[in-house]
């Protein structure tokens, strides 16, 4: 059993930046690749960004974000963040970290075992 933890969110303007957490406790984190998700009123939960087993791994992103957003993970600190700049509205959800039992990224929400509670982000024209 893996629990996750996100944390960051927020209200920002437009053009602004976050940074979100998640803090994994339980099994062994560093067998996990991990995954950040988002949804909004309304809409199906959409991939984000994913990252292999490493800290070093490949990284993935949704192409609504490329470019604007990075996934990192500290495995030390059993941790993955997700810096979130050049923020627009559209960007508006709750956020979810998923972790899954593989050392590869899926884009698909179905294929994480493991979901945090979510952390909502709001951004405002």
């Known amino acids: 059993q893996v629990q996750l933890v996100e944390s960051g969110g927020g209200l920002v303007q437009a053009g602004g930046s976050l940074r979100l957490s998640c803090l994994a406790s339980?099994?062994?984190?560093?067998?996990?690749?991990m995954g950040w998700f988002r949804q909004a009123p309304g809409k199906e939960r959409e991939f984000v960004s994913g990252i292999r087993v490493w800290s070093g791994g490949n990284t993935y992103y949704g192409d609504s974000v490329k470019g604007r957003f990075t996934i990192s993970r500290d495995n030390a600190k059993r941790t993955v963040y997700l810096q979130m700049n050049s923020l627009k509205p559209e960007d508006t959800a709750v956020y979810y970290c998923?972790?899954?039992?593989?050392?590869?990224?899926?884009?698909?929400?179905?294929?994480?075992?493991?979901w945090g509670q979510g952390t909502q982000v709001t951004v405002s024209s």
């Open positions: 339980g099994r062994t984190f560093n067998n996990y690749a």
């Open positions: 998923a972790a899954r039992s593989s050392a590869a990224v899926t884009t698909t929400a179905n294929g994480y075992v493991f």
